[in-house]
Every structure is written in structure tokens, then in C-alpha cells.
């Protein structure tokens, strides 16, 4: 790491690598010895400057400057005449450099990643499809979800044997109508799907006010509230794995979804999905206080640490979160370096016999 060769005054090595979190030998250049390739002997079956100088010019004539070397090396062949073989004119346009993809490609593309903050209900929604396995092989229905991604509430699904943006448009736009939720300053999360990149899915959401939020390509932890979703639908005690039909996979999810909004969810600190979402957080949390204190007034022996306070569900969920801070910042904050001294008892443990 270059920030380790110019250390702030008066911070030692082994302080920094602390404060950073990383191994002491980062301080240190690496003075390993590396496998170097040693240059191939000159066996002097090589092409002569001439015959070299010949070959370029067959090369970036204006006959050849558009054909591949095999098709160079199989058209001066079938005219009788040989210059080099396919390798050594590929070995001859690398050294300068010109043997490389002449087709058009595309440029890297570089997605910025999504990071977002709710702090109540109806601020972010994050929706995303997974698909149900039939009974025919091959067949597959389409499970649309959204999820509010404060709460992890379910506000709206819908089974079809199809995946389009048509059928996106319908669900969010009875989902925004029947919940009635305020579309300014909505936003919404997805991944790159076809059904979440086309013109008339945005076209529907810039109408509304709503601000679209997109995941990187390829990384399913930017979208990681859905597909935990997906992964607790599936997993389902009474999840059949493969269902007959679109209303046997309806039935079914009619009775999922209430419920999953009706479990206790770890990421809320054991409330419900519906607590959070419908605002019954300190009702539930008044009354789960009043059941601990009256349980430790009657045993306060198996509470070592004092009187016990319920958790409350956290004040704000994020995707993506940046709570981190930049190696010159830790560095330059003199509390990095502060070490907490481990407390050693002098009491002498007891003995058993």
C-alpha cells in the first residue's frame, strides 16, 4: 500500500498496520525472486531481414491487408508460392504490435453501484422475478415480487406464465393504485432484466415521479433484499418444488405471502414485516418490554448483565451501505491508534477436588 510509505510523523509501522487492519509485511517491499522467461536461443532457422522485409510487404499490401494470415498462407500456397509458415507470420505481426481482434468490440462498461437509504415505509421498493418449476419439464411460471425495503413487506406479487414489460407495467401500476402509496419521490430497485430495462417500464415510472435504481451487471448483492426473499419462498415448509399450474401456484402463494408477512423476521430484530409496515412497532414493543421485566423481577439471576432491553427493528436499512473510511483518514485520526488493554483478573482460579 502506498499510504504505508509515508506515514505521519511519529506513527510507527506496526500502530498503522493496526489501525488499517492489515499484515505488517504490506510495509515492506516483496524481494521474492519471480520466475522471469528466459529469451528462446537463436537457432538460425529464422527469416533473413530480407525475406522478413518480403513478408510484411505481402502482409500490408493491399491484397492482404484485410485477410487473416492462414488465408494469406493457403492463397500464396495455392499460387505456388511459399514465404513463411501461419505461425511465423503471426509471430512477425505480433512484435510490431499489429496482430490483434480487428473486429469492433465493445468498450468496458463501467456501472456505477447503487447505493440507497430507507428510513420508513413506501420510500424504496425492490422487485424482482424468479421462476416456479411445473410439473412439464422445461415449463416454467414467473413469480413477480415487490418488496418494501424498509420493512421487507410484501406489497404486491402476481404468478404468470410470461416474462414482459407489459405485465411489469400492470403490476406496479394496481400495486401503486391499491396501496396508495405517493409515487414522488418513490424509488425503485431492480436488477438489468428485460422486463426492468425497457422503454415502456420506464416510460410508466417517469410518469409517476418515481426514480429508478439499477443493480450492476452480474451482481446479485445489489439486489440482495429480493433474492433473500426468493430463497425464504422456496425454502418454505409447504413450498410443493413443482406446481400443476398457474391457480395451483396462485392458492399457493396466497396463502405464503400473508404469512410471510406475519413471521417474525431476524433482520427487524424478530418483528414482523406487517409491525414495521403498518407502524405497530412500540405497540409490540411495549408489550415485549413489560413481559421481560416482569420476567427478570422474578429471576434476576439469569440476567448477568442487567435489566433486559428489547431490540428495536433498525432506523435505517441500506443496499450497498458506505460506512467504511479512507486509509488516509484513519491514519490521520489519532484515536486509531488507541489500544483497549485486555482486563487480567489477579484472583486466583478455584480449585475442584
Known amino acids: 500500500m502506498s499510504i504505508l510509505q509515508s506515514l505521519p510523523k511519529g506513527v510507527s509501522k506496526v500502530a498503522a498496520c493496526q489501525a488499517l487492519v492489515v499484515s505488517r509485511h504490506w510495509c515492506y517491499p516483496d524481494r521474492r525472486r519471480r520466475y522471469q522467461r528466459k529469451s528462446e536461443p537463436v537457432l538460425g532457422r529464422g527469416l533473413s531481414p ?9 502482409l500490408h499490401s493491399e491484397r492482404f491487408q484485410d485477410a487473416a494470415p492462414r488465408q494469406v498462407y493457403a492463397t500464396l500456397l495455392s499460387e505456388g508460392e511459399v514465404i513463411a509458415s501461419v505461425s511465423t507470420m503471426y509471430r512477425c505481426l505480433r512484435v510490431r504490435k499489429e496482430c490483434r481482434e480487428r473486429r469492433n468490440q465493445r468498450p468496458a462498461q463501467h456501472h456505477v453501484k447503487p447505493q440507497l437509504e430507507a428510513t420508513a415505509p413506501n420510500q424504496i421498493l425492490t422487485w424482482d422475478i424468479t421462476k416456479l418449476p411445473t410439473l412439464t419439464r422445461g415449463l416454467y411460471l414467473n413469480l413477480y415480487v415487490i418488496l418494501d425495503l424498509f420493512s421487507r413487506y410484501v406489497v404486491g406479487w402476481m404468478v404468470s406464465r410470461k416474462e414482459n414489460a407489459g405485465l411489469a407495467r400492470h403490476l406496479f401500476s394496481e400495486v401503486l393504485t ?38 450492476r451487471p452480474r451482481v446479485s448483492n445489489d439486489n440482495a433484499f429480493s433474492e433473500s426473499q426468493f430463497k425464504t419462498t422456496k425454502y418454505w415448509p409447504s413450498y410443493p418444488g413443482r406446481f400443476s399450474d398457474e391457480q395451483h401456484a396462485r392458492e399457493w402463494c396466497q396463502a405464503f405471502f400473508p404469512a410471510y408477512n406475519r413471521r417474525p423476521h431476524e433482520g427487524l430484530a424478530l418483528f414482523t414485516p ?10 409490540v414493543w411495549k408489550i415485549r418490554q413489560t413481559a421481560m421485566d416482569r420476567h427478570y423481577a422474578d429471576h434476576p439471576e439469569r440476567y448477568v448483565n442487567g435489566p433486559p432491553v428489547v431490540k428495536r427493528p433498525p432506523e435505517r ?20 491508534f488507541k489500544t483497549v488493554p485486555t482486563p487480567v483478573s489477579l484472583a486466583l482460579p478455584e480449585v475442584v477436588t
Do not use: K
Not at 186 to 192: F, N
Not at 194 to 208: D, T
Not at 274 to 283: F, I, K, L, P, S
Open 50 to 58: 530480407a525475406e522478413d522485409q518480403a513478408l510484411l510487404d505481402q
Open 178 to 215: 391499491r396501496r396508495q402509496i405517493d409515487s414522488r419521490g418513490l424509488i425503485v430497485h431492480q436488477d438489468r432484466g428485460s422486463p426492468m430495462i425497457a422503454h415502456s417500464f420506464a416510460e410508466l415510472l417517469s410518469g409517476l415521479g418515481v426514480e429508478q435504481s439499477f443493480s
Open 274 to 283: 406487517e409491525d414495521v409496515y403498518t407502524g405497530q412497532v412500540e405497540t
Open 317 to 336: 436499512v441500506c443496499i450497498n451501505p458506505d460506512d467504511g473510511r479512507p486509509a488516509e483518514q484513519v491514519l490521520a485520526d489519532p484515536e486509531s
